[in-house]
């Protein structure tokens, strides 16, 4: 009987060692063909309820299906993993892990946003919080802005005030800046300028969008 239970611990102690995550098959073999390390997502894996899959972009716009369903143009797999929570939670899953897997060299962020379905966080290798910008080729490209003006006037955004960019995609980024902004009116007006739809489609007033700024220093950028 002794040495039926030490084989028993062997056993359990070899497939703990195998699987430490808690990864499906199909998780494990996009973690090894992505290089991310396991380890570091086992806090985050046992949290959510759906599947790690590849990170994939699009390019901007979609087709329809027979049935009426959105199909995504250009799909192109990218280094990294993602994965759907429903829109509500997004929030506090990217607040809850977010310094921790930037420690570890990796920044999670909402990469698509279903609003009143489910929406997509994904997970990149970096510590640049401006390669979120980069990958998702964030534009506002029908007011004459390209990726890297965006990039800079963030960058300059950074530098005044400190920024966390919580989430972006082709056209949008959603942001939070770390410390308060000495002239609210003013820097309202200066995002207005930048990015008319985050009021002309938005909260639809200057002052709405000042008082969002100085009581929740959030900030959500979309050029339609």
Do not use: H
Not at 55 to 84: C, D, H, M, R, W
Not at 120 to 136: A, C, E, N, P, Y
């Amino acid at each position: 009987m002794k040495k039926i239970g030490v084989l028993l611990l062997l056993i359990a102690f070899v497939g703990c060692n195998e699987n430490p995550s808690n990864l499906s098959d199909s998780e494990q073999l996009l973690f090894k063909k992505v290089g991310f390390d396991a380890e570091v997502f086992n806090e985050l894996k046992q949290s959510i309820t759906t599947e790690f899959t590849q990170f994939e972009t699009a390019e901007p716009g979609y087709s329809v299906g027979e049935k009426g369903e959105k199909i995504k143009l250009g799909l192109q797999e990218q280094n990294g993993i993602s994965f759907k929570v429903l829109e509500g939670q997004s929030d506090a899953i990217i607040l809850n892990t977010k310094n921790k897997l930037f420690k570890n060299g990796y920044l999670i962020f909402l990469s698509e946003n279903g609003y009143t379905s489910p929406s997509t966080l994904s997970i990149i290798k970096s510590t640049d919080q401006f390669d979120i910008l980069r990958i998702q080729k964030t534009d506002g490209i029908n007011y004459g802005l390209e990726n890297s003006d965006i990039i800079a006037k963030l960058k300059e955004w950074d530098d005044l005030y400190g920024i966390e960019i919580l989430g972006a995609d082709y056209d949008w980024v959603d942001l939070t800046f770390k410390s308060s902004i000495p002239d609210a009116s003013l820097f309202a007006q200066e995002v207005y300028d930048f990015c008319p739809d985050s009021v002309d489609q938005g909260v639809g007033e200057i002052e709405i969008l000042e008082e969002m700024i100085v009581e929740y220093k959030r900030l959500f950028l979309w050029w339609d």
